[in-house]
């Protein structure tokens, strides 16, 4: 494939981000970067993810190249680095496998001449509002106004802002994630300004359909955030004031006019007309909203055979699900590549490690400006001045931007040539920056543990923003801090452990079956074990899709695939024992079919599923004609002659969740519903159908069949919790009761079908929660490690998770969680060798008193008693380092005094305890 790069006008190996040629740059053009909000110029940093790489120039507003003079820059630029004269390249990659990510575009609301967006400087887009909150942010996170800089004291969010219109745009579907921000920026930003601040929503359906996202909707009422159901029209200035009239209906049917300070246009996201242009040179297939079109059994494998998507480009979506689609397409590129696998790789050069033991402390410190999230609060070059002066420290820097590739290769110069034997870098968060960091060390030839990290941005600049110079001083204070700790630390070890081959997948449904194939597609052999006898799970109930697909077809093809699969071995009947071991050495015992064996393995997918709710309100098990969602399926797959006789059908929604006892959204169920209720009224179009709802949650291209159940004659009622509908017989009458939202009285439906939407359940398993050392939150599903970064794994290394195990959803979804767990899980597989962390805790044996405090506190069980009969130390605790997470809790909790975290002793820590108070 051919890729083009664009000129960037600046030669990056001769760049050093010096910023001469920024200062006198006199072409000023709208920030991308800050949304338009603030000013930046024709030759500006170009970032990446908040982290700085090199300048850059814009062809279009460059003065020089708009063959207009100037060139100041190049005059200016001390390494030479500005090349007026480079060209287009055109690279030719010989690649196996392509995955496309290119991302989306915001909605541009210029258009809606009644939003006033294009004239009115407090009319802003949540884009550009959540810059605003930004610490690092054209306002430095301050909240303002832009037309007088003045804090607002009333916003209002105006939802579905360029979706779910095709009246002012050609946008019908849903974006997904612009109810969650939107709500996510009122609370903030009533944190920023506190409780005084009137904040206002205003919207159709309320779209918390993730996980936790129903209670942080709650929370958000209790916090005093306004939800006014309903579609404001247009946006009015009032005089001068810079204040804005909207004015809507309530849901009683009353004209209210509000005056707001701010409004925020919370706009939806649309693939751009060259993404579009892309897919046609590319030959993939793209939906009626010009999305990629992928199938619900591989939902990352576009039309072209070996080409992935991931992200919004395959369809709206929040970061949990793109993180998923990443994975997911990862995986389908390994499989797709498995045979040629090693065959191109490169293995760095090992620099030799320093030894560093019962030498002087030679302490590096470097001190990171990043751009003004530091320096714009703290001095930083009277911080680099104070670090000299401190104990132990020979060389001192202060750096622009400390985590940039160049500056990593001049620190690594830097401490060979200095003979450093210790680093400290006060910068950001070591968090997300102290891999990098140790990364440089070993570059450097150091080992990784010979580092401390002082973070002068989120607990110093950010939060005292207001106050420099308290700010700069206490900058000083931990720096000193971490210099005193820096001074004491030793080299750290980490032990190397061999990882078994092998994976275990809990679950034979279709999340666990596309995990297994994943992984034996990839060439490792894999088990699965199922509790029932047969496998499928939860999608043997299902009829069809919304995409027309019968699941029983599809979901007998993938039995097939998985019973002639070589490479994998199914345990039907089959539960787990017990298990044993930890990350790339797991020894799992498995019982049934009238024995038990022990399995070894070195990861584990958990993909359980999860069980239909059985209602205990709306009298059902009372008549057969009150059916479950699932039960309705059955009857629509045998073709039962009550549908087809059927006069008249009701749904209603939210049976079992959203529930004070169960306050989450279970997710499919508006859908399943609303593709439900299109069946019957392509088998009867002269059916009455009702569907009775709270909110429609049909996001995404979902959107599509709402409006197509609409176009049916499908008619939707809203009722809210305090105001559930009724059931009730009157002989063999079978009437629904439900308040009509529009006139708000009673309307009496007689129906002859009754199907309630019930939750998903999870299936609680503890006892395998407790195996693996995993978390189950107070609902019942299983707690993953990040619930944005890391959705389809656990905090317990070599353990996996994927499914209805993790949260209600449907099968395209939890397909792409399955095949990202088999990724996260082949990340480990593949090295063959793992290490565990240094800093573990360590047990002095001669100190041990036996009294188990430590076994009975660790959550991750790594200490142990040794045998009564051993040689050395009998019946003394002892820490397995390939299991302990390096919490601290057990050193902590020990009588004795017996055991130390390395990289953490008592000696280290009080140091900076008593560095803290110590003068400049």
């Known amino acids: 494939m051919e890729i083009v790069r664009h000129p960037r006008y600046v030669d990056e190996s001769k760049c050093i981000a010096c910023g001469a040629c920024y200062e006198k740059c006199p072409k000023k053009i709208p920030d991308t970067y800050n949304q338009g909000l603030a000013k930046r110029k024709a030759i500006y940093v170009e970032y990446a993810q908040a982290v700085p790489l090199k300048y850059r120039i814009d062809p279009d507003t460059c003065i020089y190249l708009q063959k207009k003079k100037c060139g100041a820059c190049k005059k200016l630029c001390p390494t030479g680095a500005i090349d007026f004269d480079m060209k287009e390249k055109i690279d030719t990659l010989n690649v196996g496998s392509v995955v496309l990510a290119p991302g989306f575009k915001p909605f541009d609301p210029s258009g809606f001449d009644t939003y006033n967006y294009a004239n009115l400087p407090n009319v802003m887009t949540a884009t550009e509002f ?12 301050h909240l303002i106004r832009m037309s007088d800089h003045k804090e607002p004291k009333k916003i209002a969010w105006l939802q579905c802002v360029g979706s779910r219109d095709i009246n002012r745009c050609d946008n019908p579907a849903c974006s997904s994630v612009c109810c969650m921000y939107a709500i996510k920026e009122a609370v903030i930003a009533k ?13 159709m359906d ?40 909207l004015r809507y209906v309530t849901d009683d049917g009353q004209v209210t006019t509000e005056i707001f300070e701010q409004v925020v246009l919370s706009v939806g996201l649309q693939t751009p007309p060259e993404l579009v242009a892309l897919a046609d040179r590319l030959g993939i297939s793209l939906t009626k909203g010009n999305f990629c079109k992928t199938d619900p059994f591989e939902p990352v494998a576009t039309s072209r055979e070996g080409v992935y998507v991931c992200g919004a480009f395959q369809g709206p979506k929040d970061i949990p699900q793109s993180v998923i689609d990443a994975g997911a397409a990862a995986s389908a590129a390994g499989e797709f590549l498995s045979p040629a696998r090693n065959t191109l790789t490169r293995v760095p050069e090992i620099v030799p490690e320093t030894n560093v033991i019962n030498e002087r402390p030679r302490v590096g410190v470097f001190v990171c400006r ?28 202060d750096n622009l931007y400390s985590c940039s590739q160049d500056t990593q290769d001049i620190m690594a110069q830097t401490i060979r040539e200095q003979n450093l034997n210790r680093v400290v870098v006060a910068a950001c968060t070591p968090k997300t920056h102290e891999p990098l960091f140790q990364e440089t060390l070993i570059a450097a030839g150091l080992n990784k543990y010979l580092f401390e990290m002082a973070n002068i941005r989120n607990q110093d600049s950010w939060v005292h923003k207001n106050n420099p110079e308290l700010a700069t001083e206490k900058a000083m204070d931990l720096v000193r801090m971490a210099v005193s700790k820096a001074a004491l630390i030793q080299p750290l070890k980490e032990t190397a ?30 088990h699965i074990v199922e509790k029932s006898d047969t496998l499928g799970g939860q999608a043997r109930n299902l009829h069809t899709l919304p995409s027309g697909d019968k699941v029983a077809d599809r979901l007998e093809k993938l039995a097939a695939q998985i019973e002639a699969d070589e490479k994998i071995t199914v345990h039907l009947n089959t539960t787990l024992a017990g298990v044993e071991g930890f990350v790339g050495n797991f020894k799992t ?5 009238g024995g038990e064996q022990v399995l070894e393995h070195g990861v584990a997918v958990i993909a359980t599923g999860g069980q239909e709710y059985k209602p205990a309100e709306y009298r059902y098990g009372e008549d057969p004609r009150i059916l479950t969602s699932l039960e309705l399926d059955r009857k629509l797959m045998d073709n039962d002659p009550a549908i087809e006789s059927a006069r008249s059908a009701v749904f209603i929604q939210c049976v079992g969740s959203r529930e004070p006892e169960r306050p989450y959204c279970s997710r499919i169920c508006c859908t399943h519903s609303v593709h439900n209720s299109i069946e019957l009224k392509r088998a009867n179009p002269d059916m009455n159908v009702f569907i009775l709802y709270r ?18 004659g499908v008619i939707f009622v809203r009722f809210d919790l ?49 195996f693996f050392k995993v978390p189950l939150n107070e609902d019942g599903f299983f707690v993953e490690k990040h619930a944005k970064l890391g959705p389809s794994e656990f905090a317990t290394d070599g353990v996996f998770l994927c499914g209805l195990a993790h949260y209600p959803k449907p099968i395209d979804e939890s397909i792409a969680q399955a095949r990202a767990a088999a990724s996260r899980a082949i990340t480990l597989l593949a090295r063959e060798k793992i290490h565990t962390s240094g800093q573990v805790a360590e047990i002095n044996p001669s100190w041990c008193s036996q009294c188990g405090t430590c076994v009975s506190l660790c959550p991750y069980s790594a200490p142990t008693f040794r045998s009564p009969e051993e040689r050395f130390w009998p019946g003394k605790a002892e820490i397995n380092p390939a299991l302990c997470k390096g919490c601290g809790l057990c050193v902590a909790s020990c009588r004795s005094g017996a055991i130390h975290l390395k990289g953490f002793d008592n000696d280290q820590i009080f140091a900076q305890i008593f560095s803290m108070n110590e003068a400049g």
Do not use: W
């Open 130 to 141: 959540e810059r605003i909150l930004s610490a690092s942010g054209p306002t430095t996170g």
């Open 191 to 203: 944190e920023h300004s506190g409780d005084d601040l009137d904040c206002a929503i205003f919207y």
């Open 206 to 245: 309320m779209r918390t359909m993730g996980k936790e996202f129903e209670r942080f909707y709650e929370n958000a009422k209790k916090k005093g955030v306004r939800f006014i159901r309903c579609r404001v029209h247009s946006i009015v200035p009032v005089g001068d004031t810079g204040d804005m009239e």
């Open 370 to 397: 990043c751009g003004v999230n530091i320096a714009g609060v703290v001095d930083v070059p009277a911080v680099a001045e104070y670090a000299r002066t401190l104990p132990y420290v020979e060389f001192v820097a």
């Open 497 to 526: 452990l061999n990882v078994n081959q092998a994976a275990l997948v809990i679950g034979g449904g279709v999340s666990g079956m596309n995990a297994a194939r994943s992984l034996s597609r990839q060439g490792y052999v894999t």
């Open 589 to 593: 015992t498995l019982a049934g079919n």
């Open 695 to 712: 909110d429609v949650r049909t996001y995404g291209e979902k959107e599509y069949l709402y409006r197509e159940a609409r176009e049916l």
């Open 722 to 770: 305090e105001h559930k509908p009724e059931v009730r017989k009157d002989g063999d009458r079978l009437i629904v009761r439900v308040i009509d939202h529009v006139l708000g009285i009673p309307m009496d439906i007689e129906t002859d079908i009754l199907t309630l939407a019930s939750a998903i359940l999870p299936n609680r398993e503890e006892k395998l929660a407790r």
